[in-house]
């Protein structure tokens, strides 16, 4: 639902929009960290500029781990009586939209600022070793492996840099805003994660990226 | 319907009018204009449909494009365009940004999401002209400006302007540059005025040919701009005064008019706005009343002051002939070869006793010339005075009893009427060539009188006589117009202007 509402919302923007340029982005350097963890991810995106100040564009987001780490293991806490260990796997998919308004307004290049909504769906696998060393107890009906499916809606502000798009450009950009839904998303999962592995609430995103526009 | 859910619909549609809204609210409604022509009364065509008489209030809608055309026309004017680029209104482009362009999806088509430029706009017409005016050589040598340093010229969105070197208006201490705006304005007008500088030989010999120089002089000026330095608008008052010298006598105004003209600037830059000013206001000169008639009769003036004092000669008497058949061979015994150091010429007697006219640009600037004569002597000859302007010369050689030609009727010719033309043409040893052709017309160039025939008037030929078919002498051959495709088109001063203008009186 969420993404066939993003989808005509870009077929509306490209409709309306007619004298201006475009271009495709690309990157691995995009860095947004959705829970505590390795926050690198694959961007791939398309850029549009409908009018000579302002830009849009929209990007699909994947979480990556360069250093072929499946999972992360956490640090050892306490729940319900017994010691917890577990492995988390992340999967992370979303689109976004950006909207930019050029400060310097020669020919949409320069230093902007703009804004960013859109959505991440998360999943996470959570694989729980539990350790009881004063009683004999029988493993808990919770410590057993999940996969919770979570959808958050990161809203923001962005700034940075970025070159005409005239064949190659770059863009270097930072942005801050909030997860919207991280609250209630956090309630479904399993009780036992540190800190570090729940959703946040405030996140931030920076990235270079390459372009080609036409 | 739960009050919960009435609340979230409550809240879309209120954001969904702000939104739709936003442009309207930011912009504040520039999309209109006033647009007006000096004079009033113009009708305007926008994007070549007709909108409307001025002045008039002009709505933008973006069917009108990114690039809007005004046409303006007016009886008697020359038709103005103008091309006006709206632009959206960057706070609404912020706000459309900020909104993840939302504002812009719902109003891009409003024209409130765009803004013109400016919101008064007065276009400057200009009247037609007139073909058949005469047109006059016009050098320009500089302008004089009464305005100081340090006083107050104008205002710029509402802070004063004061002349000084971050002014705008600096250009008002840089003469070269009013002076090339002045001949901008008055370029494709009767006054063909162009940048000259005295004291260059150049300089000197076009201020001469011109007889007349003008030299305004800046009186005030009263700007009030709005706007940004990169595209100003608005009003600038300039007080002229176009003042025309003598180049005869250096120091002499012949005549001045004063003028008061209202520059309305149209979205350039501040620093050329003084001399889009001083091109509008030339621009107005050539209609201001009676102009033309003064400049006739101080040009004539002029032209009279150059033809020196009155030389007094007998009445020749005329070579006599039996026959039509005979005349050609006994006219040529008075046409002689005119010969200097760098080439040769023609010439004719109009005297017994040997006074000779030719051409200016035959003898050049050398005193005594040698003449060849038909019989085969060689005579020296003393160059008496020569006129640039008509490109004639008096010579006198010592002798008596010369062969002379009778002066004839140039005005009494009629178009058609043969013309023969004897002088030198190409090499000193082709003397007394003869040629025939027939009088083309009676010509005005540059307020001369011409003779134009389709004789063959060839390089050397130039100060010989052009002869009509009773033998007497009509007008001295003086140039040819050459070129691809071009023949026949022959040049002669018509002889009453000849002795006008050389100052020879014939006494019985």
């Known amino acids: 639902m969420k993404i066939r509402t993003a989808f005509v919302l870009l077929v509306c923007l490209i409709s309306n929009a007619v004298h201006a340029q475009w271009g495709v982005r690309a990157t691995t350097l995009h860095f947004e960290q959705q829970t505590g963890r390795s926050g690198l991810n694959w961007l791939l995106g398309l850029d549009h500029d409908p009018t000579d100040r302002t830009s849009i564009g929209l990007d699909f987001i994947s979480h990556i781990n360069l250093f072929g780490e499946t999972a992360d293991r956490s640090e050892p806490t306490e729940y319900g009586g017994y010691e917890v260990l577990y492995n988390v796997a992340r999967s992370v998919k979303g689109l976004q939209f950006r909207s930019t308004y050029f400060l310097s307004g020669h020919g949409n290049a320069g230093f902007y600022m703009g804004t960013y909504a859109g959505f991440r769906s998360i999943a996470l696998q959570v694989d729980p070793n539990v350790y009881n060393t004063s009683t004999v107890a029988p493993v808990p009906n919770w410590a057993r492996r999940t996969t919770t499916s979570s959808m958050v809606f990161p809203v923001g502000l962005r700034w940075g840099l970025r070159s005409e798009m005239d064949e190659w450009y770059q863009d270097i950009y930072f942005a801050m805003g909030v997860q919207l839904g991280s609250g209630s998303a956090n309630a479904t999962l399993p009780p036992f994660l540190i800190a570090k592995d729940e959703l946040k609430a405030f996140s931030i995103q920076v990235g270079y990226v390459l372009g080609f526009g036409w | ?508």
């Open chain 2, 1 to 508: 319907m739960t009050a919960t859910k009435r609340l979230h619909l409550f809240s879309a549609l209120a954001c969904l009018g702000l939104f739709a809204s936003c442009a309207s609210i930011l912009n504040g409604g520039k999309q209109t204009m006033t647009l007006d022509s000096q004079p009033s009364g113009s009708t305007v065509y926008v994007n070549g449909t007709e909108y409307g008489t001025t002045p008039l209030n002009y709505s933008y809608t973006p069917v009108d494009g990114d690039e809007v055309l005004f046409e303006l026309r007016n009886q008697g004017y020359q038709s103005a365009s103008v091309t006006m680029r709206p632009k959206r209104n960057g706070a609404v482009l912020f706000a459309d940004a900020m909104l993840l362009h939302i504002p812009y999806l719902v109003d891009r088509n409003s024209p409130a999401l765009y803004s013109l430029p400016t919101k008064q706009y007065t276009v400057n017409m200009y009247r037609e002209q007139t073909a058949e005016m005469v047109r006059y050589m016009l050098p320009i040598t500089g302008v004089e400006s009464a305005i100081l340093r340090g006083s107050k010229v104008g205002t710029f969105q509402g802070a004063p302007i004061k002349l000084d070197k971050e002014s705008p208006f600096r250009e008002l201490e840089q003469p070269d540059m009013l002076a090339s705006a002045v001949a901008t304005g008055l370029r494709g007008s009767w006054l063909e005025a162009r940048v000259t500088r005295m004291g260059t030989s150049k300089g000197d010999e076009s201020v001469q040919k011109a007889k007349i120089h003008l030299k305004p002089k800046l009186r005030s000026l009263r700007a009030t701009l709005t706007g940004e330095r990169s595209h100003c608008y608005g009003p600038v008052e300039v007080e002229l005064e176009w003042r025309f010298y003598s180049s005869l006598r250096m120091d002499s105004v012949l005549f001045s008019i004063p003028q008061t003209t209202t520059y309305h600037a149209s979205g350039e830059r501040a620093s050329d706005v003084i001399g889009s000013a001083m091109a509008h206001s030339a621009r107005l000169l050539p209609e201001e009343s009676g102009l033309a008639e003064r400049m006739s009769e101080h040009y004539g003036s002029g032209l009279a002051l150059s033809k020196g004092g009155e030389v007094s000669m007998a009445k020749p008497t005329p070579i006599p002939f039996a026959s039509r058949k005979e005349m050609i061979s006994a006219l040529v015994k008075a046409v002689v070869t005119v010969q200097t150091e760098k080439g040769h010429g023609s010439g004719f007697i109009v005297s017994n006793d040997g006074y000779i006219i030719s051409n200016e640009h035959v003898v050049g600037k050398e005193a005594v010339v040698r003449i060849k004569m038909q019989q085969g002597f060689t005579l020296d000859a003393q160059v008496l005075k020569t006129n640039k302007d008509f490109d004639l010369a008096l010579l006198k050689v010592q002798a008596t009893d010369l062969p002379a030609l009778a002066i004839g009727d140039d005005k009494g010719l009629l178009l058609g009427e043969e013309i023969f033309a004897i002088g030198t043409p190409l090499d000193a040893n082709l003397g007394q060539s003869v040629s025939r052709g027939i009088l083309s017309g009676h010509r005005e160039l540059d307020g001369r009188s011409y003779l134009q025939t389709d004789v063959s008037i060839n390089p050397g030929n130039s100060g010989g006589p052009l002869i009509d078919e009773n033998g007497k002498v009509v007008g001295v051959a003086t140039m040819k117009i050459s070129g691809e495709g071009l023949e026949g088109l022959g040049f002669g001063v018509p002889i009453s202007v000849a002795l006008q203008m050389l100052n020879i009186v014939f006494t019985p």
